[in-house]
């Protein structure tokens, strides 16, 4: 990281490491599902393809995290369980909430055409996530039981709801109907009006999905003699359970409680203060400025694998500035972006009540919304170059409590853009014309500003400032302000100030002259 007289800002970081012994659960939500479904024209009231491509999307989640060792999900939401000695990313809360969530998504693009061939993806589908923490093996179970139990009060009253909007109720008068019904009058109406037996539903629907490891015997070659060779290996298992917090399901599966722990007796009522405790939502403090920084995560490979262009590929940070946009377009909270190469800083505006300012919430919402517009759009960019593993990004949420320490911390970024763009210029020079790479470090090591300018100009002919500002500047997005005509009562016509598309700029915005000629980014009077 660049050092600079900004570099203040990060302590503004606030460590959010879950403590051991607790085990992570990471609980992921769809965004606005409801909606999504209805526009995609999801079966009512459980579209079984949708919830298999879930599945599915649960699956690749273990296999691409091994840390992750059982998960359970239903309709649009899903929990993954990490095991009990993991340091996954050194537990730091918001940057496996985000991982998970950004994931996800992408493998929920990449998945949508084999589950839905005939159905267009109509516009990017994202995620909220949380990190629920357990104190114990016995908290886990507390938190497997309440959401099974979830799954089934939510399944039969959306399978009564449904049914009698389809017998020609309306959606008002079918909620009145169901009003404090209890589970034994809703079972009555399935039977009685409908001649449904709620037992005999599909497991699918009223049980939720359990996924967990399990080894497997497995050939991976033959000897001389043509005889296979066997070895375990550990295989994702999906299963169905009427009870995924009793006893007898969790202790005969031995990598459950050799990774997580034995359930020494089944559960009763759950206790109302574990619920609570599930429940409870970090805030970001009130009236500050809120910078959701995402990073993309192993993009050194992403993008040797991808072929892009060194040191700077521009259709990429064009594909990167493009998701920007989209962000800001589905987040009017969102003032402000700036990007460089595969990070990006969201400002939200400091009187923000998005998501009741709930931390997690953001973070997850913002990164995995940025995460399927980046598989979405991957085709716009890069037509002729196929995306051979989904990308994934990280994220945080730090806040500024005035606008000129987030201004410093904007500063900062750019200045780390400066510098690192210097170097990989240098250094990819070099190593183009026939240096090895640890031969280009070596050759750069301890050179300054100045002397990295006189390399490229005097062995390569490059002036540094000449090249293109988006690779020296990085990329800022806002909304643009536009003059609209306004005739006034007495029939004189004025300008008035109007906010208009998302636009990008490559501008420096260390400089005051930035802000002071778009004031309305900020609100700045």
């Not at 996954?88 to 991982?99: E, G, T, V």
């Not at 109907?177 to 109406?189: A, G, P």
Request: proline share 3%.
């Amino acid at each position: 990281m660049a050092n600079s007289k900004y570099e203040y800002v990060k302590s503004f970081e606030v460590e959010d490491e879950v403590m051991f012994p607790n085990l992570i659960i990471i609980r992921i939500d769809g965004r606005d599902f409801s909606r999504f479904s209805q526009v995609h024209k999801f079966e009512k009231p459980n579209d079984e393809t949708s919830l298999n491509l879930m599945n599915s999307c649960a699956s690749s989640v273990l296999v691409e995290y091994p840390d992750i060792v059982f998960a359970y999900g239903y309709s649009d939401e899903y929990s993954f369980v990490f095991k009990k000695a993991s340091r996954f990313y050194q537990r730091r809360a918001s940057k496996i909430l985000s991982l998970v969530a950004s994931f996800f998504a992408a493998v929920y693009v990449t998945k949508w055409k084999e589950f839905f061939p005939h159905t267009k993806l109509e516009y990017a589908p994202s995620f909220a996530s949380k990190v629920v923490s357990c104190a114990s093996v016995e908290v886990l179970q507390a938190y497997l039981a309440w959401r099974q139990h979830d799954c089934h009060i939510s399944n039969q009253y959306d399978t009564c709801l449904w049914m009698l909007v389809k017998s020609g109720k309306t959606l008002s008068e079918t909620q009145e109907i169901l009003k404090d019904t209890q589970k034994q009058q809703r079972n009555e109406l399935l039977f009685q009006q409908f001649g449904i037996n709620y037992k005999m539903l599909p497991v699918l629907f009223r049980q939720g999905s359990c996924l967990f490891k399990t080894k497997l015997e497995e050939t991976v070659k033959h000897d001389e003699n043509g005889k296979p060779v066997k070895r375990l290996r550990r295989r994702e298992t999906l299963v169905h359970s009427e009870n995924v917090a009793g006893r007898s399901f969790w202790n005969e599966h031995s990598s459950l409680h050799k990774d997580l722990g034995h359930f020494a007796k089944d559960i009763g009522k759950i206790e109302p203060d574990y619920v609570k405790s599930f429940q409870f939502e970090s805030r970001l403090l009130p009236l500050t400025w809120v910078v959701v920084r995402i990073d993309g995560c192993h993009f050194h490979r992403f993008s040797e694998v991808h072929e892009f262009e060194k040191p700077n590929d521009e259709q990429a940070l064009k594909l990167m500035n493009s998701c920007a946009v989209a962000v800001l377009e589905e987040f009017q909270d969102i003032a402000f972006a700036y990007g460089v190469s595969d990070e990006f800083s969201f400002v939200l505006k400091n009187k923000s009540e998005l998501y009741k300012r709930q931390s997690s919430k953001i973070i997850s919402a913002v990164v995995s919304f940025f995460t399927s517009t980046y598989m979405m759009r991957w085709g716009d960019f890069f037509p002729h170059k196929k995306l051979k593993y989904p990308p994934s990004f990280d994220g945080r949420a730090v806040c500024y409590p005035t606008s000129d320490i987030l201004l410093d911390y904007l500063a900062w970024r750019q200045v780390d853009c400066h510098i690192n763009n210097q170097y990989n210029t240098c250094f990819w020079m070099l190593v183009k014309s026939g240096k090895s790479k640890i031969q280009a470090q070596d050759y750069l090591k301890g050179t300054q500003t100045r002397e990295k300018n006189e390399l490229l100009s005097q062995q390569f002919g490059i002036e540094y400032n000449s090249l293109p500002v988006i690779f020296r500047m990085g990329s800022s997005v806002f909304r643009l302000k536009t003059q609209e005509g306004v005739t006034e009562e007495n029939g004189e016509v004025s300008g008035k100030q109007v906010e208009a598309e998302v636009g990008v700029d490559y501008s420096n915005i260390i400089d005051q002259c930035f802000w002071q000629q778009h004031p309305h980014i900020l609100s700045f009077s």
